[in-house]
């Protein structure tokens, strides 16, 4: 890109020798107090700011993709030299640098030739105001139980969710049932890995993916429900695989709190349903309560009901059917919902008071800001 006369001698910030810089495709340099990403291809130099329009993602520790940059973050991409948007994004800029070569020195114009533009992006839904609307208690049943779909089999853990919401439903309250094996959604990517920042609310796949299904699961938990019931069945010591699958995409419901203060589950109900072959109940309940506890659930009294054949009297058969005879332990699931019920109407009888930040998360992360 050539410099007209106006940009001004003083304006240019020598960054490095070409035989250096011209090593690697992209990579953040510092023009004065500012983030460059300078990129070189087919023998030019290209500069633009280093940070992204959609989340502040480091555009200069990306990669080209032809002559656009890739953020790192979630794929947006940038024209390396003029610093538009891909095709069909061209409205959303980001500043553009002159760069010029000296005997053999680098050096980059300060003043931007183009100016940041935003395209106005339609909001996600889910990324609304939360704003519970009147009415009864909403109960949400949460089924982490994997089977084939073509071939069902009975879950334990699944007979004590319906008889739970059976007993819901029966008392007049709302409610839905979400069985997590009937939905299509990825797994967490791990964003949070790149920076607390790179982590979104709403999740950075569910914006980038409209295939993804786990929104079902976030409009239920942020926008709906005020109890949530979630059933597993014990797998190796531990909550099932599906389960693991749908909290490690609530890291962004949870990294909220860590970014912007804010808790998106203020004042919403959790109660846990756990069966199994083997023993752990405790451990299982205890990582399920933590993780809840740590996106700012409440939990009512005995907050879980349990059933485990133990260690040496591992009989899936006589299991199955001590479930299906069991009044004691269907009771315990209908006392379980009234449990969380109680605690859900008096939290909604109550206005909501401000949650302050503590333990791990209790200091706010500095936000960097880019021209």
């Not at 024209?79 to 680098?106: I, L, M, S, T």
Request: overall charge positive; glycine content about 10%; proline content about 5%.
């Amino acid at each position: 890109m050539k410099a007209s006369s106006a940009d001004g001698e003083h304006n240019w910030v020598d960054i490095g020798s070409v035989e250096e810089l011209s090593k690697t495709p992209v990579q953040q340099v510092m023009v004065g107090g500012t983030r460059v990403a300078l990129s070189f291809r087919d023998g030019v130099f290209g500069a633009i700011s280093g940070a992204c329009n959609h989340a502040g993602g480091p555009l200069g520790k990306g990669a080209l993709d032809g002559d656009y940059v890739v953020c790192p973050w979630h794929q947006w991409k940038f024209h390396r030299v003029e610093g538009q948007g891909e095709r069909g994004f061209e409205e959303d800029v980001v500043p553009a640098y002159h760069v010029r070569v000296r005997e053999g020195r680098v050096e980059v114009n300060g003043k931007p030739h183009k100016k940041r533009a935003k395209k106005p992006h339609e909001p996600h839904p889910l990324s609304r105001t939360v704003n519970r609307e009147s009415g009864r208690v909403r109960v949400v049943g949460i089924s982490t139980t994997a089977m084939q779909a073509d071939h069902p089999r009975f879950s334990t853990s699944d007979a004590l969710l319906d008889t739970a919401m059976e007993h819901a439903d029966k008392l007049g309250y709302e409610t839905r049932l979400i069985r997590l094996r009937e939905l299509s959604f990825r797994h967490c990517e791990g964003f949070y890995s790149k920076a607390a920042r790179a982590c979104t609310w709403p999740c950075s796949i569910t914006q980038m993916d409209p295939k993804d299904q786990l929104d079902r699961v976030y409009e239920a938990l942020v926008h709906w429900g005020d109890v949530f019931l979630v059933s597993t069945p014990i797998r190796w010591g531990a909550p099932s695989s599906l389960y693991f699958k749908m909290v490690e995409r609530m890291n962004c419901i949870q990294n909220q709190i860590t970014i912007a203060g804010k808790v998106l589950l203020q004042n919403k109900v959790v109660g846990a349903i756990i069966t199994g072959g083997q023993d752990n109940v405790q451990a299982v309940a205890g990582q399920m309560l933590g993780f809840f506890g740590e996106l700012g659930c409440q939990f009512p009294q005995f907050p879980y009901i349990a059933h485990s054949r133990g260690w040496s009297a591992e009989d899936m058969e006589r299991n199955i059917d001590y479930v299906k005879a069991s009044e004691e332990l269907h009771a315990a699931s209908r006392e379980l919902v009234d449990r969380s019920v109680n605690l859900a109407e008096r939290l909604l009888a109550t206005t909501p008071a401000p949650v302050p930040r503590a333990g791990r998360k209790g200091r706010a992360l500095p936000v960097l800001q880019d021209k």
